[in-house]
């Protein structure tokens, strides 16, 4: 398959890979003129899919934001051996390598219990992340009421109605600065500074993110506990990834491009960047 025929290939699946109103299992295929398109596990959020695409004996596969660790809210990640892979490089640096998760949930907790009289307000991007910060505390045996920023409420309540168990959780709105202290309070990155947090307990302010890896990024936005806890891959599952999935040739998009393609050619793997518009770099991760 030819580099242009690829690409074309690639950008239909990211425009026509889905219509609204369509469900589509994992693993169903759909044709689309002489492509056959399969939806396969991403593990980045609930439903997230990475897209195969198989013509004339090929197979592409643009895997969209992806994660390999384990997830209570998601089906987990299926490597699928391919001809081309598509990969994003949101923390295609060596720098980030993400910690257990179970080892950011403990820091967490550490902090609510040493300060029982405050709260801890963490920001959590409101699709995926905010879900699977709720469930990991749930599985560490956290039992008390969570609250939530109102915004959160809507996808909290799909999450629900798919299955995860999310165990108690109330809008902060409605409850008292005195219910809510020595509890967690989950609301989107942008509530952390915003006029709504002022009616919070002592909140201690944390973030939920990969990019709080970087300290820079925590000061600017006056986090004090920051959690590294990231729903995209880190390098060493970039890397790994590519060398489990053994593809002829590599398309690195949505982030670091430079340092992986770096990483490929090293490896004597055929690799280059994909710039594709509309997929910058994000602040959430």
């Known amino acids: 398959m030819c580099w242009a025929t690829a690409e074309t290939l690639a950008i239909m699946a990211l425009r026509y890979g889905s219509s609204p109103g369509v469900a589509v299992s994992y693993g169903e295929m759909v044709r689309l003129g002489e492509v056959d398109i399969s939806y396969i596990p991403a593990g980045h959020v609930l439903g997230s899919s990475q897209i195969l695409l198989e013509h004339g004996g090929e197979r592409v596969v643009v895997t969209g934001d992806y994660k390999r660790r384990s997830d209570p809210t998601c089906a987990p990640f299926e490597p699928v051996p391919c001809d081309i892979f598509i990969t994003e490089a949101t923390f295609g640096l060596p720098v980030f390598r993400h910690p257990p998760i179970g080892q950011e949930i403990d820091r967490l907790l550490a902090a609510l219990h040493t300060t029982p009289e405050r709260c801890v307000v963490v920001g959590a991007y409101a699709l995926g992340k905010a879900q699977r910060l709720i469930a990991e505390l749930r599985a560490h045996g956290h039992r008390d009421p969570i609250y939530i920023h109102g915004a959160l409420e809507r996808m909290c309540d799909l999450y629900r109605d798919f299955g995860v168990d999310l165990g108690e959780v109330y809008q902060a709105t409605g409850a008292s600065s005195d219910q809510m202290r020595g509890k967690v309070v989950v609301c989107p990155p942008s509530a952390l500074n915003d006029r709504w947090s002022r009616r919070l307990p002592e909140p201690i302010t944390a973030m939920a993110s990969g990019w709080m ?73």
């Open 213 to 285: 890896r970087v300290r820079q990024r925590a000061r600017q936005k006056n986090v004090e506990l920051p959690l590294v806890i990231s729903d995209h891959a880190d390098w060493d599952e970039l890397t790994g990834t590519i060398r489990e999935v053994a593809p002829s040739e590599i398309w690195v998009t949505h982030g670091r491009e430079e340092a992986l393609v770096h990483w490929c050619e090293l490896n004597q793997m055929r690799a280059r960047a994909l710039a594709l518009p509309g997929y910058e770099d994000e602040d959430e991760g």
